[in-house]
């Protein structure tokens, strides 16, 4: 969990509580303090330990209390201070069992139960909270996905998305909040275990591993960079929150397996080793229409942001690419 | 069971005046399918607008704030007609596949009539064939047909006769073939990679454009751009043909030295003017053996060349929903 606190002078101040520090939320927390402005600090959050993840959580909520309050005595004429804070945690990927799911589905309700006393605390601040929702766990299996599709998941994960969104609408009372549907994101991860399928394909491309692809080459999916998720949530969790809100953020651009392993073969300059699995379980296409676009969402090309992975990938691991010195 | 997708791709350049008409009867063919109880949908028709100066783009936004099932790519530049397609393709989503040309030459009407050819004869890929003149000019459908007997000749396919931007694909077999597609290389032919389940059938096609305006969407030069990328992306014949001649030289050269040596040591007296022989036949050796083995080093170049073009070794592709689309047509009938 991290709290970032900006600094700036003679303005009310901003807070923003990152709960979950993964691709999403780690990118989020650098598009913010890129400009200079956001103090970051770690915090901690067990997920296993229901109890003693109360007690992290009331922990920070004294922490931003204090803030709050010091800033509402401070500045009595000046705008309120404001606290946005984000679920972005995703202990249990899309093959999540339903056990992992409650589990989450429980630390959730704490995060949220705690941003609303909070927000009931402090009247005089205005509080939001964003949550990361899947929108390819809500609409697995559903094409051409429009802003009037009806949710229908067919999996653990996609339930949890489900009750974790019906949760903040049915607990948030007067608490300004919004649902980011996220379709498949992919960014650099490092030697994360939990990589998705471009940067695995750019790793194991490099290091002439073979990849196991649970899925067809004709599987469709809809991809989109990291880093734009981060410019749209960071600037929406500092803009003025208001009202309530899903919104799908997608590119809107299906892209296939085959499609996207003959990118990474273009790109890394050597030919892909795959085997494919049998399990049919991870075939369902999920595409979208660009009708569910909210306003300002923008979307990098896939094969420029794939490039900048292997460009990533090749640096940290100390090599070149192929043709170069 | 759920619905299949059908999705159509239109590349866009200079057509402005088209698209209210062509997105008019791409409606009408949604209701109809809708009305007939079609097991297949019209989910999107995605134009890709390849920087038209005409206002096309403008004609477009304003199409798609009207109908949600438009969908509008932009490219950058002018890219030209097939790698446009190809962005359509790759923006697609359907389980069939609909490319047509903006200029109403090829009208959405006939698209119930590919699909019923494919589900009933288990095609990934129909191609629509003229029945009669399409260009209004006997000398250009002349040449046309002239130009695609000779590059089906020498690409050793005889399909590129039956090649036509008016098509019908299955949808996986496009994207695939779209994704392996460069700038280089002659969709048609990329398509062929992917599938021999490939069948042409008659209507009644007529360039609008041309008949109205005397002027083709893509002129002269786009056309020869269209027979280099056709033969860059094939297995030329005559590279083939290069290395049999130099067999057939070789094996000449051989023939002749056994024969002069021979009259040589049996009937000198025959051997009038001396060493003209032998420096023929060391020509024809040496020249046979240079083409045979420049024929084997095009012949692995060639390869390369294609398999960097993205020739696929295989291709897994799944045909279970045919079924359903097979008996609306023969319920239709």
Known sequence: MILLDETREGRPPRLVSVVGAGLIGSAVVERLESSGRWRRELLPLDWEDGRLQERQLAALAERVADRLAAAAAGARDAAPPRLAVLWSAGRSGFGATAAEAERELASFRRVLETTLRLAEEHPGSRVSFGMISSAGGLFEGQRVVTARSVPAPRRPYGELKLAQEEMLAGLAGGLAWRVYRLTSIYGATGTSPRRGLIPTLILNGIRQRVTAITGSFSTLRDYVWVGDVATYVAADLTGAPAGTSRCVLASAKPSSIFEIRRLIERVVGRPLYLTLSGDATNRADITFAHDADPAGWRTSSLETCVRAIYRGALSASGGAAPGEA | MDKLLLSTVTPVYQ????????????????????RDGAPIELVESIFVDDSSTDGSAEVLASLGRRHRWVKVVSLSRNYGQHPATVAGILHSSG?????????????????????????????????????????????????SRLYKRLVAWLAGNPRVRSFNSFRLIRGSVARAAASVASRETYLDMALCWFTDRIVALPLPLEEIRQATSGRSGYGFRSLLRHARRMLVS??????????????????????????????????????????????????????GLISLLLGIALEFLSDLHLQALGRPTFFVVDRSGDRALADWTRDRA
Not at chain 2, 96 to 104: G, Q, R, Y
């Open chain 2, 234 to 287: 094939s297995q030329i014949k005559p590279l083939r043909l290069g290395a049999l001649v130099g067999v057939a030289a070789l094996g000449t050269s051989l023939a002749g030295a056994a024969v002069t040596v021979g009259l040589k040591l049996v009937r000198p007296e025959l051997v009038q003017v001396r060493g003209w022989a032998s420096l023929v036949l060391t020509i024809l050796f040496f020249g």
């Open chain 2, 95 to 143: 389980d069939w596949l609909v490319t047509l040309d903006e200029d109403l030459q090829h009208r959405p009407r006939h698209v119930v009539d590919l699909l019923a050819r494919a589900a009933v004869d288990g095609r990934d890929l129909v191609y629509a064939a003229p029945e009669g003149a399409v260009h209004g000019s006997r000398f250009r459908d002349g040449s």
């Open chain 2, 15 to 34: 057509g402005a005046a088209f698209l209210e008409e062509l997105v008019g009867e791409l409606d009408r063919l949604r209701g109809r399918l809708e």
